[in-house]
């Protein structure tokens, strides 16, 4: 029993690794069950704007969050597109406006979107307290340009966009505690819609927030981003990790349950020697 | 298919790119087997890049289009028309923080620190407890309604659909959740008798919270695995390797 409590963490690594590695070489796919219900409600929510309605999409999280938030971000941006909403990009995150970039160039054109009429990329701005709660006054007066330069008053995509009642929903895709302050500063004082994509290990912390509706919907790291590529018919990154993270979690029980038994295992052959 | 075509048409210096992450991402994976110098040197590379990128990014989206364009607009290449004086403020306050640097003036700094925090709790303490206090019980007490039976106001009772059934469950569930919770860390009593009791569910409830956040960790933990094997195999494999000997 307590050779279970002696195996090398190595070992733990390569089998984990095996996990994820094998179901790409195979290409083994394994589709998500039903969506949740906060993953359909924002999708039921974008699905249900009118064509023309503008979409805010914060970009608050760096390459570190990437494998999570990106497929997010980019079904997010293909449903919006399909559905002729305008797409608003922004970053409180330094890094995350050249993340909305990567996604808006591979989704935009693939989805015949076009910069500067179907969605711009707004850029990064320090203070995100600050810029939040400013953008509620004017957006344009926060962000006068875009990251190209031009000023934000040529850009058609942002015609009639004054401050947050003009926009129809912010979708905060976030490794950090950024939607708390959307929450807070856009939604309770602007009343705008919040929703929020976010990694798994902060799904806890906000999943009250969707229960007491203060965000629309929220989605849940891969699994989320997956379920998402689902309901828009667009299986991508998101859902090729699926079969990997199901199989690697089965893996990691399989350990938790060994570990659980080594370790009571030990205790009671002590017990039984004392 | 449009992720392998744009593979296909990569630049020589993307090519390099590719080849740089793939043995940074190595070079980080090979702490798992032990510490070793390519980590260290990996990770030195690391944060190195991350200030420098920091002080870059803080110059060209803060200091200049902020501060100095305002002040100077002839250098703001259009960007801004006249001066604008009233900037010298936070501008000065910003000078105020360098002053840690000097022992002897670095009371300086406390001035926009206390700024900064006055600021930011005027703004923040009102709205927070809005988002996160006022809302969050009034959520706690509202799936209530499904107890408006017999349990309450001695009207009809509970739906007999398995639906309202678990809704009023998880009502009870929450408001029990909540309040044990919440006397396990009310430490002005001892916790024994009633307080004893409720405590020690909270414990039990703190227990699910904490088992629910490892489970989404490791799912969290494993996505960035995925992520970078993804990238391992599609992008760099696929996309370089291959053609580099002379695969299909």
């Known amino acids: 029993m307590e050779r279970l409590l002696r195996i090398d963490r190595r070992v733990i690594f390569v089998l984990i690794f095996a996990a994820v590695l094998v179901p790409f070489l195979a290409n083994l796919k394994l589709k998500p069950g039903a969506p949740s219900p906060s993953t359909r409600d924002v999708y039921d929510f974008i699905g249900k704007l009118p064509a023309g309605a503008a979409i805010m999409l914060a970009f608050d999280y760096g390459p570190a969050s990437m494998p999570e938030l990106q497929p997010m971000a980019a079904a997010i941006c293909r449903h919006a597109f399909r559905r002729d909403l305008r797409v608003i990009c922004l970053a409180l995150s330094p890094q995350g406006f050249l993340l909305a970039d990567r996604v808006l160039a591979e989704t935009g054109p693939q989805e015949g979107a076009a910069y500067g009429e179907d969605y711009v990329n707004l850029g990064f701005k320090p203070g995100y307290t600050a810029v939040v709660l400013n953008m509620g006054q004017s957006i344009p007066g926060v962000y006068s340009q875009d990251t190209k330069g031009t000023p934000v008053e040529r850009l058609p995509v942002m015609r009639g966009i004054r401050n947050y009642s003009d926009i129809a929903l912010i979708v905060d895709l976030a490794s950090s505690n950024t939607p708390a302050t959307w929450v807070a500063f856009a939604h309770e004082r602007f009343k705008v819609p919040v929703a929020a994509g976010i990694t798994a290990v902060m799904a806890t912390e906000y999943y009250p927030f969707y229960q007491s509706k203060q965000l629309v919907g929220l989605l849940n790291g891969l699994k989320g981003a997956a379920e998402y590529e689902y309901l828009i018919e667009n299986p991508d990154r998101g859902a090729m990790g699926m079969a990997s993270q199901s199989i690697a979690h089965a893996v990691i029980i399989v350990f938790v349950i060994l570990g659980n038994v080594g370790y009571f295992g030990a205790r009671r052959r002590r017990r039984v020697t004392r | ?248």
């Open chain 2, 1 to 248: 298919m449009a992720a392998a075509d744009a593979l296909s048409n990569l630049t020589t210096g993307q090519i390099v790119g590719l080849w740089l992450q793939a043995a940074f991402t190595l070079a980080i994976f090979s702490f798992l087997w032990s510490d070793n110098p390519v980590y260290k040197l990996a990770e030195h590379i690391f944060v190195g890049i991350s200030a420098g990128y920091g002080v870059v990014l803080v110059w060209h989206q803060a200091v200049l289009p902020l501060l100095l364009f305002k002040l100077l607009p002839q250098i703001s290449g259009g960007a801004e028309l006249s001066a604008n004086y009233w900037v010298v403020i936070p501008g000065a306050l910003g000078v105020l923080m360098l002053t840690r640097f000097f022992p002897k003036y670095d009371w300086l700094s406390r001035w926009p620190i206390a700024f900064v925090v006055g600021l930011y709790a005027g703004a923040g303490i009102p709205a927070v407890v809005q988002a996160s206090i006022l809302e969050q019980s009034q959520a706690t007490l509202e799936p209530l309604k499904a107890l408006h039976g017999p349990l309450i106001w001695g009207s009809p009772p509970v739906g007999s659909d398995g639906a309202s059934v678990l809704t009023a469950f998880n009502a009870v569930l929450l408001l029990t959740g909540v309040i044990c919770t919440l006397s396990y860390f009310y430490f002005s009593l001892p916790h024994t008798g009633i307080l004893g009791v409720t405590s020690r569910i909270g414990i039990w409830f703190l227990m699910v919270a904490f088992g629910a956040g490892f489970g989404n960790t490791v799912m969290a933990r494993v996505s960035l695995l995925i992520g970078r094997v993804q990238f391992l195999l599609e992008d760099w494999w696929r996309g370089t390797g291959i053609r580099l000997f002379g695969g299909g």
